[in-house]
């Protein structure tokens, strides 16, 4: 098979949780124990860093992996989903993986597939712990997919452990309450491996705190050991740059980076007090120059793309990939801060999300454009419109994401806002 037939065959033979959903699920790692052991547990051949927490677990990781290289080692990153390209999932120093590596994985184990028949993110672990493993990384990070306890990614061995924060989302799986997702997240925690935490949260603490007991894990909150005194957006030698005054054990440091989300704030506290608490494989600890330049320059190092991207000026059209309560909250009170003139919202849903509390939060004065993503677990365009308009929200339907925003900025004035979101699958679809 060539690397489109290999896509083929992924996308529509294995279960994608990304297009079907609850089908794709599996309660349960011994899939996923049988593949590493079949591939001859490549999870095993590197040191790794384990992270999970229902937002911004990807920007920590994209955060981490940049520090990393800039350390000088040779980084694997895992994450999920993906925007446009499949291998954007697996990557090395910022690489993607090679079209050939993915074709000859999936020739070679075909047979094995047809017969354990795996999920479509069991097989993407599969493939990252494989090519992660043969081309000797120093370490890597690894981003689960949505839960923790029986998340795929749950079979290595880390260095460190990571939980950024627990919010309301893949209810369906993880349970009803925060506490519930907080369990199932806590299921990552490894015997003796240290643990950091992104977001003190006292209502849900004492389940991190006895977990990391009962494994003797030694457990870190980020927000407990640094304070942010300072955080705008500047505009440092032609580049957009957001540059954040960190109070640290009473010394005062200033970073920049190049994410530009407010939401990207903690998830950078959340980085520094993993890079803090890290001990190498040769017991060394990460640099705090490497630091300063990973932190800088995560999006050249690593492709990172959907969070608070600019698309253009003039009017100014802005995508975020935040899909649940707590990210669409803060989205929004970002969108408030710029000044502009009318609000136009470009936004699609999948149908598994609990949208009417999402919609519940969007403000009624902005002029909406609604629209499905074009996966099969997409919300139908007239539904989101007509239980949007139950939430006071109105506006028009579109047949496609790209007509929702070409509408839309058609409509503007050069200083009204134009947001695209709701979902990643709608952002992934104007980048």
């Given at each position: 098979?060539?690397?489109?037939?290999?896509?083929?065959?992924?996308?529509?033979?294995?279960?994608?949780?990304?297009?079907?959903?609850?089908?794709?699920?599996?309660?349960?790692?011994?899939?996923?124990?049988?593949?590493?052991?079949?591939?001859?547990?490549?999870?095993?051949?590197?040191?790794?860093?384990?992270?999970?927490?229902?937002?911004?677990?990807?920007?920590?990781?994209?955060?981490?992996?940049?520090?990393?290289?800039?350390?000088?080692?040779?980084?694997?990153?895992?994450?999920?989903?993906?925007?446009?390209?499949?291998?954007?999932?697996?990557?090395?120093?910022?690489?993607?993986?090679?079209?050939?590596?993915?074709?000859?994985?999936?020739?070679?184990?075909?047979?094995?597939?047809?017969?354990?028949?795996?999920?479509?993110?069991?097989?993407?672990?599969?493939?990252?712990?494989?090519?992660?493993?043969?081309?000797?990384?120093?370490?890597?990070?690894?981003?689960?997919?949505?839960?923790?306890?029986?998340?795929?990614?749950?079979?290595?061995?880390?260095?460190?452990?990571?939980?950024?924060?627990?919010?309301?989302?893949?209810?369906?799986?993880?349970?009803?309450?925060?506490?519930?997702?907080?369990?199932?997240?806590?299921?990552?925690?490894?015997?003796?491996?240290?643990?950091?935490?992104?977001?003190?949260?006292?209502?849900?603490?004492?389940?991190?705190?006895?977990?990391?007991?009962?494994?003797?894990?030694?457990?870190?909150?980020?927000?407990?050991?640094?304070?942010?005194?300072?955080?705008?957006?500047?505009?440092?030698?032609?580049?957009?740059?957001?540059?954040?005054?960190?109070?640290?054990?009473?010394?005062?440091?200033?970073?920049?980076?190049?994410?530009?989300?407010?939401?990207?704030?903690e998830n950078l506290l959340t980085a520094l007090q993993a890079m803090e608490t890290l001990t190498l494989?040769?017991?060394?600890?990460?640099?705090?120059?490497?630091?300063?330049?990973?932190?800088?320059?995560?999006?050249?190092?690593?492709?990172?793309?959907?969070?608070?991207?600019?698309?253009?000026?003039?009017?100014?059209?802005?995508?975020?990939?935040?899909?649940?309560?707590?990210?669409?909250?803060?989205?929004?009170?970002?969108?408030?801060?710029?000044?502009?003139?009318?609000l136009r919202i470009v936004f699609g849903m999948v149908e598994d999300k609990e949208r009417m509390e999402?919609?519940?939060?969007?403000?009624?004065?902005?002029?909406?454009?609604?629209?499905?993503?074009?996966?099969?677990?997409?919300?139908?365009?007239?539904?989101?419109?007509?239980?949007?308009?139950?939430?006071?929200?109105?506006?028009?339907?579109?047949?496609?994401?790209?007509?929702?925003?070409?509408?839309?900025?058609?409509?503007?004035?050069?200083?009204?806002?134009?947001?695209?979101?709701?979902?990643?699958?709608?952002?992934?679809?104007?980048?």
């Open positions: 098979m060539d690397y489109r037939q290999t896509l083929d065959y992924l996308f529509e033979q294995l279960p994608m949780y990304q297009r079907i959903g609850a089908a794709a699920y599996k309660a349960d790692l011994h899939t996923t124990i049988e593949l590493c052991r079949h591939l001859g547990n490549p999870e095993q051949a590197f040191p790794s860093i384990h992270v999970a927490g229902t937002n911004g677990k990807g920007s920590v990781s994209h955060m981490i992996a940049s520090i990393l290289q800039e350390q000088g080692l040779k980084t694997g990153l895992a994450t999920s989903p993906h925007l446009k390209d499949f291998r954007e999932r697996i990557r090395i120093n910022g690489s993607m993986i090679p079209e050939t590596a993915v074709s000859s994985f999936v020739a070679e184990h075909r047979s094995f597939f047809d017969t354990l028949k795996p999920s479509f993110f069991e097989m993407t672990m599969g493939l990252s712990f494989d090519w992660f493993a043969r081309q000797k990384v120093d370490v890597a990070v690894i981003e689960t997919g949505m839960g923790g306890r029986l998340d795929s990614s749950n079979v290595v061995r880390p260095l460190l452990t990571i939980i950024t924060n627990i919010g309301l989302d893949h209810m369906q799986f993880l349970g009803k309450t925060t506490r519930e997702i907080a369990i199932e997240k806590a299921g990552i925690i490894k015997q003796g491996i240290p643990l950091v935490i992104g977001r003190r949260q006292t209502e849900l603490h004492d389940i991190f705190e006895s977990a990391a007991a009962r494994f003797n894990a030694p457990l870190f909150v980020a927000p407990d050991q640094y304070s942010v005194l300072n955080s705008d957006l500047q505009n440092t030698d032609g580049r957009a740059r957001r540059m954040v005054d960190v109070k640290h054990k009473g010394a005062v440091q200033s970073y920049q980076t190049d994410l530009m989300g407010d939401y990207q704030v494989p040769d017991g060394t600890k990460v640099s705090p120059d490497a630091v300063l330049r990973g932190l800088g320059n995560v999006t050249e190092n690593t492709g990172i793309a959907g969070r608070w991207q600019q698309l253009m000026t003039n009017p100014v059209v802005i995508c975020d990939s935040g899909h649940n309560t707590d990210g669409i909250r803060r989205i929004l009170a970002q969108l408030q801060s710029i000044p502009h003139e009318q999402i919609l519940n939060l969007l403000p009624r004065n902005a002029v909406y454009y609604f629209c499905k993503p074009s996966v099969i677990r997409g919300l139908d365009a007239n539904k989101l419109a007509k239980d949007a308009s139950l939430s006071g929200l109105h506006g028009n339907v579109y047949d496609s994401v790209q007509e929702a925003l070409k509408s839309a900025k058609e409509s503007a004035s050069p200083n009204d806002l134009i947001f695209v979101g709701g979902s990643t699958f709608v952002v992934s679809e104007v980048l």
